[in-house]
Antibody, heavy 123, light 113 residues
Framework: QVQLQQSGPGLVKPSQTLSLTCAIS??????????WNWIRQSPSRGLEWLGR?????????DYVVSVKSRITINPDTSKNQLSLQLNSVTPEDTAVYYC?????????????WGQGILVTVSS | DIVMTQSPDSLAVSLGERATINCKSS????????????LAWYQQKPGQPPKVLIY???TRESGVPDRFSGSGSETDFTLTISSLQAEDVAVYYC?????????FGQGTKLEIK
């Protein structure tokens, strides 16, 4: 059974960097079929897919255009986890952040999800 | 980007009655090579992440009660709960996985009348 456990601070100051981690158990971040995604949810923006990382003989990333200049998603193969960094945050980045897997191999939806972390951007 | 629009935004249904939620995509999510609609439905309860109910527009996830069903094709989809139970109170989302950026509907809040 795949489980995703998220960690990171719940409060970030404006202009600083939001950093979250998603630890994976029951699968590998280096899987040749899965993709590893970050999604956020806020009352104003709803559910918003932010981007993904995946390994297909080499590492790839895709990001949504709205945050592309500020976001980095990195795998950490030594710890079997992935990270999210979002730079230059503003109060509009306040949201619950989730990591989620797309298993691949014909399973193309998000399952499972991490538990979510509410990140508030405020001074 | 594919825009997903759900209707209604909220819905109140009596216990045991049928609940119907609609989802419209701004372009077709039917992949012609395999004739599959790249659409999923999720249920989200307070304080929890979304949970997949339906994928490929009409395939029920293992363990999901058979009162939940999905239908539709190309751009118009429906989630139906045939006989509403108290535990079905939640927000429901559709999501397309046809192309990135993956996008979600705005959600439909389902309550008991």
């Amino acid at each position: 059974q795949v489980q995703l456990q998220q960690s990171g601070p719940g409060l970030v100051k404006p202009s600083q960097t939001l950093s979250l981690t998603c630890a994976i158990s029951g699968d590998s971040v280096s899987s040749n079929s899965a993709t590893w995604n970050w999604i956020r949810q806020s009352p104003s923006r709803g559910l918003e897919w932010l981007g993904r990382t995946y390994y297909r003989s080499k590492w790839y990333n895709d990001y949504v255009v709205s945050v592309k200049s500020r976001i980095t998603i990195n795998p950490d193969t030594s710890k079997n986890q992935l990270s999210l960094q979002l730079n230059s945050v503003t109060p509009e980045d306040t949201a619950v952040y989730y990591c989620a897997r797309v298993a691949g191999g014909g399973v193309n939806w998000f399952d499972p999800w991490g538990q979510g972390i509410l990140v508030t951007v405020s001074s | 980007d594919i825009v997903m629009t759900q209707s209604p935004d909220s819905l109140a249904v009596s216990l045991g009655e049928r609940a119907t939620i609609n989802c419209k995509s701004s372009q077709s999510v039917l992949y012609s090579s395999n004739n599959k609609n790249y659409l999923a439905w999720y249920q989200q309860k307070p304080g929890q992440p979304p949970k997949v109910l339906i994928y490929w527009a009409s395939t029920r996830e293992s363990g999901v009660p058979d009162r939940f069903s999905g239908s539709g094709s190309e751009t118009d989809f429906t989630l139906t709960i045939s006989s509403l139970q108290a535990e079905d109170v939640a927000v429901y989302y559709c999501q397309q996985y046809y192309s990135t950026p993956y996008t979600f509907g705005q959600g439909t809040k389902l309550e008991i009348k």
